[in-house]
């Protein structure tokens, strides 16, 4: 674990442009999914679960700076291994024509922020692999932060939180999407999402992940 006076001197990176040690990722590639089935059954609704990278002290504090600090060039140092980790699983699983999205923000972070992370992430994993990318959903109510919540918690604070744009239910018939996202601890916000997408038409979902935070595979 970070000591006191590293996570100080890497804020003061990330404020103030200070010179940064180059960041070293653990990989994974792993597929969760077999974890989070037997955990919740018939009520996990991805059908598969790829993950890139560990959730070590040093990559949280480099999310940190990307998702609350506005360095959006930090996007740079995770997309080649999200990247490697789409086309070691994705490829081989899913239809030529499937959709990319992303877990949406609510209005009031995306402002509070000025972007949605993960949609950048996404948005360019579908540029480089020549995939659609289209804004499904919306975060139609504001939770509490599912970091700071229990397992039983996190699945009532995402309960209907989100919702469907309409205007892509033609769109999303009998078609793969890869719903992108950050990091997946509990899997409770990927499966309210994968939840609503399937009952909207959608044939399979996967969710690709950038880091996991629990170490079960």
Known sequence: MLNFFTRIQQFLSHVFLLPEESVILRELFIDKNPHYKKSLWKYWYLDGTFVALEYTPELKMELEAYKYYSKQEKKDIFLPKLRE???????????????????????????????????????????????????????????????????????????????????????????????IDDVISTGSTANECAKLLKKNGAKRVFGLFLATAEQNS
């Not at 480089?128 to 932060?145: A, D, P, V, Y």
């Not at 918690?153 to 999407?177: A, G, P, Q």
């Open 85 to 179: 980790c789409f086309e070691l699983f994705c490829l081989e699983t899913i239809e030529k024509d499937a959709i990319i999205t992303t877990v949406p923000l609510h209005i009031f972070s995306y402002l509070k922020r000025g972007y949605n992370h993960s949609e950048l992430l996404a948005k360019n994993i579908a540029k480089q692999e020549g995939n659609i990318f289209l804004n499904l959903l919306r975060k139609s109510r504001l939770t509490k932060h599912q970091a700071k919540l229990g397992r039983s918690e996190r699945l009532r604070n995402v309960r209907n939180s989100f919702s469907f744009r309409e205007k892509y239910l033609k769109t999303i018939v009998w078609k793969d999407v890869i719903l």
